[in-house]
């Protein structure tokens, strides 16, 4: 049928189409021809175009209220829009509460969004005040591959101008640069948005441009699922690691170490150390062998592994050694040596295999080593423990002949989730990187790529758990399995990842010898399962709130005397429990009970142990738990059991 998308979708909820497989406005004429989906404001496409037509009310607004203001770009991100302005006063706060009345103005006017076609020289002139507007027209086509958000404004085909028109008027009243598609109104933005803060932001991301400040903002289909957002934000950032770092003294990055570079504390410590120990045990159980080896190699290696040539921005620069020079006249006598701090562990565990002759008695072979990396990301980028300079893999690399592999696959992927629950986290996605049809991508033959991404994806059917097929996504030598887990929040985050790769035994030439004789090539399969431990241990940190189950709690009882008279009592009751293992700090400040009572919850600590005259008389103690709850006259031993039971079972309380 010709005509429109309003003639071929009347559901209201329908704010765009894909036609032949691109985003459409509603007003696009169709020939009839056309394979026509619709788009609804809830999809993902459809929430992206919500907020982008809300970026340009917001640029609107804010050329109403300054008409110097001048436009950088304004995306869709997630959960909302942005957009840059230069603007020579500062923006505020208060200046945000002017710009959204503005906006819900041109929100309530509905204003249509009118796309017109035009050359690059008519744009340019329309564009004359608008000088980064102007950039972009030059960069059309290769800003199409930019990993910025300027792919909005243009793209690889033609230019288009996009004009906001007064319903009743007819008349445009705004227009912006822009590829489209958007909402056929500006009324369809409903109430379901709000601006949220306001940043700096170099012209195109580069230090070298203008800074520009970006207006942040958030829309959604509905005032209550705006609501909803800002709860999970506000809950966020109560859970906030760095926050909840400072606030229970767990970890700190001192500026005199250096940027993106962690301390931890003793009661940080002792989680991590907890961590670390219990995830040790269970590698050994599971027949994995512990390795150690340096933080830093010679270029060499990393020349050998290809690291040098495809990861050298991810690395530090290199430390020169050994140099030597004559003293008189100050000539180098001995070249010297460049250095690497490593990036990844891969290579120093192919060099203990290649340490002997392997024979395939002895694969599959696993080391495993808790490898401290050094990434260098952009100071700009660092944040908590999340983004990093240096940190911890709790990396492993399995050596294993090409019959061996997918029941190691299947082995690792079983292992890593049950260690995951361990720690207490239960929902869990898996993710197929495979390879797609663009051949000059991908190394290997048809048939290594077929059995090792089959073999792949028969364990994760097997698993049980949802699974999303990436194509495109593997490495350039092997299929990969990611592990994303759910926290408290429903946020999603990447964990473990079992990646094949044949192609660093190949560089390294590893071999083993066959049952036949043979020399043959094995394959290796990296795998770290918390990923990285710094970042881990922040996720817990946020899933839990900072309230972990009792085994990781740095202390796991506090002792409160209802009187100082009660003090030796309790510390034999202490005794008791630090004979069973068990973390017990006995509060003997001055401070008055309630107020004792209040720092240990504070603390998120898990038990609170009390004891008065009526507990010392029957040789019990009372519990107080986390949610306030209690339970008096429990005998002593029966508590120590009931604690340690709780450390045992990896129980929450
Ligand atoms: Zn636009
Ligand atoms: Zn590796």
């Not at 020579?88 to 017109?116: C, H, N, W, Y």
């Not at 009792?550 to 409160?560: D, E, I, K, S, T």
Request: proline share 5%; net charge negative.
């Amino acid at each position: 049928m010709a005509g429109t998308g309003f003639d071929l979708f009347s559901d209201r909820s329908v704010v765009a189409m894909r036609v032949d497989g691109e985003l459409k406005d509603l007003a696009t004429t169709l020939t009839g021809t056309e394979q026509v989906e619709p788009i609804t404001i809830d999809s993902e496409d459809g929430l992206a175009i919500l907020r982008h037509s809300a970026a340009h009310v917001l640029a609107q607004a804010v050329q109403r209220i300054n008409p110097e203001a001048r436009l950088g770009i304004g995306p869709p991100i997630q959960d909302g829009f942005y957009y840059d302005f230069q603007i020579d006063e500062p923006l505020t706060p208060e200046t945000l509460k002017a710009i959204s009345k503005e906006m819900e103005r041109i929100q309530r006017a509905g204003q249509r969004f009118v796309r017109r076609v035009v050359s690059d020289d008519e744009a340019r002139a329309e564009l004359a005040d608008e000088p980064f507007k102007l950039e972009l027209i030059g960069l059309k086509g290769k800003a199409a591959q930019g990993r910025d958000g300027e792919s909005v404004e243009v793209g690889a085909g033609e230019l288009t101008m996009y004009d906001n028109v007064d319903p009743t008027t007819g008349e445009t009243v705004w227009t912006d640069l822009c590829r489209g598609p958007h909402l056929p109104s500006t009324r369809m933005i409903g109430n379901g948005w709000a601006l949220e803060r306001i940043a700096g932001a170099y012209w195109r991301g580069d230090q070298r441009n203008p800074q520009l400040q970006r207006v942040y903002g958030t829309a959604w289909p509905s005032k209550d699922e705006l609501r909803a957002h800002q709860t999970r934000l506000a809950e966020a950032a109560k859970r906030d690691h760095r926050k909840l770092g400072r606030e229970l003294d767990l970890f700190s990055f001192p500026e005199e170490i250096g940027s993106g570079l962690s301390v931890w504390h003793p009661r940080g410590g002792i989680i991590r150390h907890e961590m670390e120990s219990h995830a040790r045990a269970r590698h050994l159980a599971a027949g994995y062998s512990v390795v150690y080896t340096p933080h830093i190699s010679k270029a060499d290696l990393f020349a050998t592994s290809g690291h040098l040539a495809t990861y050298a921005e991810g690395m530090w620069p290199p430390l020169h050694m050994d140099e030597e020079r004559d003293a008189i006249t100050g000539e180098v006598t001995k070249p010297g040596v460049d250095y690497y701090l490593k990036p990844m562990n891969c290579p120093m565990h192919i060099l203990i295999y290649q340490e002997r002759q392997r024979s395939y008695r002895d694969l599959p072979l696993r080391l495993s080593e808790n490898g401290t990396v050094y990434r260098n990301e952009l100071s700009g980028a660092l944040h908590g423990l999340t983004r990093v300079r240096g940190f911890t893999q709790d990396d492993a690399h399995l050596f294993v002949t090409p019959e061996q592999l997918e029941d190691e696959v299947a082995k690792v992927i079983e292992f890593v989730l049950s260690l995951l629950r361990d720690f207490g986290l239960s929902d869990f996605e898996l993710e197929l990187s495979m390879k797609d049809d663009e051949k000059a991508k991908w190394i290997g033959s048809d048939e290594y790529w077929e059995s090792s991404t089959n073999a792949l994806r028969r364990v994760a059917l097997a698993s049980g758990l949802g699974l999303t097929e990436v194509p495109g996504e593997a490495a350039f030598y092997g299929p990969k399995i990611d592990l994303k887990t759910k926290d408290a929040l429903g946020r999603t985050w990447q964990l473990s990842t079992v990646q094949v790769d044949p192609n660093l035994p190949e560089r390294f030439g590893l071999e083993y010898t066959a049952a036949d004789g043979s020399k043959q090539r094995p394959i290796m399969i990296h795998r770290a399962l918390m990923g990285s431990i710094e970042r881990f241990f922040a996720i817990l940190l946020e899933h839990y709130a900072g309230a972990f189950p009792v085994w990781l709690a740095p202390v796991q009882v506090v002792g409160v005397p209802v009187a100082d008279h009660h003090v030796p009592y309790l510390e034999r009751v202490f005794q008791e429990l630090e004979r069973a293992g068990i973390r017990a700090e006995l509060d003997t400040s001055g401070e008055r009970m309630q107020k004792k009572i209040r720092n240990a919850s504070l603390a998120k600590v898990p038990y609170v142990l009390i004891a008065g005259d009526a507990d010392e008389a029957a040789g019990t103690v009372s519990f107080r738990l986390r949610d306030g709850s209690q339970d008096n006259g429990v005998p002593i031993a029966e508590a120590v059991a009931r604690i340690r039971t709780a450390i045992d079972r990896k129980s929450q309380v």
